[in-house]
């Protein structure tokens, strides 16, 4: 099928360049001509494993991309909208995704023949039916159900693994007003033959994912609630704890080998620093908020938001104990991307945590592996971005841990090799705490 992409951001790109993969004819619409030249050269404007070599097979035969929204509707038989969808402090900001419904509604307006629109952003339940049918409706002049097609088709993918998840999905869920616009969605995802798939309305669809979204942001806050009561008592390590809770049945299975694996969600049931992104941040306060409009408080979600945004203090509060006072202390902070292989900075721990170093008058190096130059603009500017893991590690007096990325693995390592032995604070609990002498971290 021949499908458009309104937003080339990490779900609008990924999804253009895996639909183009199963065999579709993808065109991807940014407002931003710099990230449109990019795809149109054959390299992803962000940091996704996989994503590069696809665009470099599938542009320009199966994937373009372009500014011209009315274009690529007019072209194509179904539009995604994959904008981005702010939380404002308040409430979901749909001013992206009222704008491309109203750009999408426009140049449906000259299109003869049958289109589908799909939102593909995360938006709370409710918005696809009101406020993007109303933006489409007003502006073609056309009827959803009778001249167009509407559904909600919510992404579940994760930053770093993107593509994997998109072409192993868990599940897909297809959201729609009538039964025809749900079909040609269908038709879309066909070559997913192995995978479940639920069709149902689109108010649902948009659930699920906030449902989806708030159970995993409720275990790290759970977990890192247990964290801090471990450290508060003393004597007990929070890893040991959970480790032991993870071998529950309910966590482990047992393969007919007799292996017993421990299920993915147990990632999610692990001390830490704080869960960051752009989604889990952003979904669980949209949700409350949006709840909260229509009477129902959530205390448990608004307990699990405050936990996350307190968590990042809980690193400063482990360096005040081995440093009471802050000024001039050197400290190496690595990992800036909220979590390892992506970019993405959005609501990274990392940044509150930078900010609170300088604020105390440490002198604070900084390092990731990819980020660097998309936090350079948002970091302190006293803070030093190091070139690389060594450079940043070299002559500090504590060492903060915040994002799992496999290269820090490599910094007890570097410390002996340098005859060094600064305090390590573990925020993700990631290396041993016998790897270097001087450890410390969220839950010990
Ligand atoms: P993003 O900020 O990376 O990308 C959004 C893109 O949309 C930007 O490139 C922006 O320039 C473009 N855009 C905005 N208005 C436009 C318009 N009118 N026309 C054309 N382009 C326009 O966002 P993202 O991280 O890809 O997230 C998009 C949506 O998907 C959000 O609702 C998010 O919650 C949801 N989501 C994100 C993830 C994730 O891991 N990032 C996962 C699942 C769902």
């Given at each position: 099928?021949?499908v458009?992409i309104?937003?080339?951001?990490?779900?609008?790109?990924?999804s253009g360049?895996?639909?183009?993969?199963?065999g579709?004819?993808?065109i991807c619409?940014?407002?931003?001509?710099?990230k449109?030249?990019?795809i149109n050269?054959?390299e992803a404007?962000i940091?996704e494993?996989?994503?590069?070599?696809?665009l470099r097979r599938?542009?320009p035969?199966?994937l373009t991309?372009?500014?011209?929204?009315t274009?690529?509707v007019?072209?194509?038989e179904?539009?995604?909208?994959?904008v981005g969808?702010p939380f404002d402090?308040?409430?979901?900001?749909?001013r992206y995704?009222?704008?491309a419904?109203?750009q999408?509604?426009a140049a449906?307006r000259?299109?003869?023949?049958y289109h589908?629109?799909?939102v593909k952003?995360?938006?709370v339940?409710?918005?696809?039916d009101e406020v993007?049918?109303t933006?489409?409706?007003?502006?073609?002049?056309?009827?959803a159900g009778?001249?167009?097609?509407l559904g909600?088709?919510?992404?579940?993918l994760?930053?770093g693994v993107?593509?994997?998840?998109?072409?192993?999905?868990?599940?897909?869920?297809?959201g729609?007003?009538?039964?025809?616009s749900?079909a040609?969605q269908r038709?879309?995802?066909?070559?997913?033959?192995?995978?479940p798939i639920i069709?149902?309305t689109c108010k649902?669809?948009?659930?699920?994912?906030?449902v989806?979204n708030s159970?995993?942001a409720?275990l790290?806050?759970f977990?890192?609630?247990m964290a801090?009561?471990?450290?508060?008592?003393?004597?007990?390590d929070?890893?040991?704890v959970m480790k032991?809770v993870?071998?529950?049945?309910?966590f482990?299975?047992?393969?007919p080998s007799?292996?017993?694996v421990?299920?993915p969600?147990?990632s999610?049931?692990?001390?830490?620093?704080?869960?960051?992104?752009?989604?889990l941040?952003?979904?669980t306060k949209?949700l409350?908020?949006?709840?909260?409009a229509?009477?129902?408080?959530m205390?448990?979600?608004?307990?699990?938001?405050?936990?996350n945004d307190e968590q990042?203090a809980?690193?400063?509060?482990?360096l005040r104990?081995h440093?009471?006072?802050l000024r001039g202390?050197r400290?190496?902070l690595l990992g800036?991307?909220?979590k390892e292989?992506?970019?993405?900075?959005r609501e990274?721990p990392?940044?509150?945590?930078a900010?609170m170093?300088v604020?105390?008058?440490?002198?604070v190096?900084a390092f990731?592996?990819?980020?660097?130059?998309?936090?350079?603009?948002?970091?302190?500017?006293?803070?030093?971005?190091?070139?690389n893991?060594g450079?940043?590690?070299?002559?500090v007096?504590?060492?903060?841990?915040?994002?799992r990325?496999?290269?820090f693995r490599q910094v007890?390592e570097?410390?002996q090799?340098?005859g060094?032995e600064?305090?390590?604070?573990?925020?993700r609990?990631?290396l041993a705490r016998?790897?270097v002498?001087?450890y410390?971290?969220?839950g010990?």
């Open positions: 099928m021949r458009s309104i937003g080339t951001g990490y779900v609008g790109l990924v360049a895996c639909f183009a993969e199963i579709h004819t993808c619409v940014d407002v931003d001509p710099r449109v030249d990019r050269r054959g404007p940091h494993v996989a994503l590069d070599e696809m599938l542009v035969e199966r991309a372009t500014t011209d929204l274009r690529a007019l072209d194509s179904i539009t995604f909208i994959a969808t402090g308040k409430h979901i900001d749909l995704i009222r704008e419904a109203r999408i509604g449906l000259e299109k003869r023949g589908v629109v799909v952003s995360t938006v339940p409710g918005t696809t993007v049918r933006a489409l409706e007003e502006t073609s002049g056309k009827k009778v001249d167009f097609g909600m088709n919510p992404e579940f994760t930053e993107a593509v994997s998840d998109f072409m192993q999905p868990d599940r897909i869920v297809l729609g007003i009538d039964a025809r749900i040609v038709g879309i995802y066909a070559p997913f033959t192995t995978t069709e149902t649902t669809a948009e659930m699920i994912k906030y989806s159970v995993l409720t790290i806050s977990s890192n609630e801090n009561a471990c450290s508060a008592m003393g004597g007990v929070a890893a040991d032991g993870h071998l529950a049945r309910y482990t299975t047992t393969m007799g292996e017993r421990t299920a969600i147990t999610f049931l692990w001390a830490g620093c704080g869960y960051g992104g752009s989604c941040p952003k979904d949209a409350s908020a949006h709840a909260g229509h009477g129902q408080d205390p448990l979600l608004d307990a699990v938001i405050r936990t990042p809980r690193m400063m509060a482990i104990k440093f009471p006072q202390v400290v190496a800036l991307a909220f292989d992506t970019d993405d900075i990274s990392a940044l509150p945590i900010r170093l604020e105390a008058g440490a002198i190096t990731d592996p990819i980020a660097n130059s998309v936090a350079a603009s948002v970091l302190p500017a006293s803070v030093r971005l190091a070139n893991l450079d940043a590690v070299s002559d007096d504590a060492v903060l841990l915040v994002t990325w496999d290269e007890p570097l410390l090799a340098a060094k600064p305090l390590l604070i573990d925020g609990r990631f016998t790897a002498p001087r410390d971290g969220i010990l």
